[in-house]
Every structure is written in structure tokens, then in C-alpha cells.
């Protein structure tokens, strides 16, 4: 693989790649893709970390979300947020 400049067919890689590693283009286009990727480093880096990005998405497990602040507690983080704004202030 040669360094070179990103070109027009980069961009066009680059803006179907999510696609592509979702597997929803028509098997002409992925090969296309793949031939272009074989001989492009910066492509073929990009697509790494996007394959990275959505396994690690994929993975994620959301936590069950805290209770929200009642008033009492609310009320002191304006109280304490004033405060710290007058401080600086002075």
C-alpha cells in the first residue's frame, strides 16, 4: 500500500463503510470495497476503527439509570453553585 492523498473514491468508501460492515450493501458494492481497502492504508485504518467502534457498541450494556435529585438536594446545588459564583466574584 502506497500513502496517498484521500480521494473522491475514499470518500465514497468512507460513506458507505457503516453499511458495508452492517453487511446491507449488494455483494458488487463490498467487493468493490474490498478492492479498494486492500490497497489503502488510510481506508483500511478507518474501517478497523469503525469495525471497533460498533463491536464495542454492540457490547455495551446500559446500567440502570440513579433516581432523579429530589428538591431538597437540588436546592443545595444552586445554593452551592451561587456560592461559588460569588467567590469568584469577590
Same mark, same amino acid.
Given at each position: 500500500?502506497?500513502?496517498?492523498?484521500?480521494?473522491?473514491?475514499?470518500?465514497?468508501?468512507?460513506?458507505?463503510?457503516?453499511? =458495508?460492515?452492517?453487511? @446491507? $450493501? *449488494?455483494?458488487?458494492?463490498?467487493? #468493490?470495497?474490498? +478492492?479498494?481497502?486492500?490497497?489503502?492504508?488510510?481506508?483500511?485504518?478507518?474501517?478497523?476503527?469503525?469495525?471497533?467502534?460498533?463491536?464495542?457498541?454492540?457490547? =455495551?450494556?446500559?446500567? @440502570? $439509570? *440513579?433516581?432523579?435529585?429530589?428538591? #431538597?438536594?437540588? +436546592?443545595?446545588?444552586?445554593?452551592?453553585?451561587?456560592?461559588?459564583?460569588?467567590?469568584?466574584?469577590?
Amino acid at each position: 500500500m502506497e500513502p496517498h492523498q484521500h480521494n473522491d473514491q475514499c470518500k465514497e468508501v468512507f460513506a458507505m463503510l457503516s453499511d =458495508y460492515l452492517n453487511l @446491507e $450493501l *449488494p455483494p458488487e458494492t463490498c467487493d #468493490e470495497i474490498e +478492492a479498494h481497502i486492500a490497497g489503502c492504508r488510510p481506508c483500511v485504518e478507518f474501517a478497523e476503527s469503525l469495525r471497533k467502534t460498533v463491536d464495542l457498541c454492540r457490547k =455495551y450494556q446500559p446500567k @440502570e $439509570l *440513579p433516581a432523579p435529585l429530589g428538591e #431538597e438536594a437540588k +436546592a443545595q446545588l444552586r445554593e452551592a453553585y451561587r456560592k461559588m459564583l460569588a467567590a469568584r466574584r469577590a
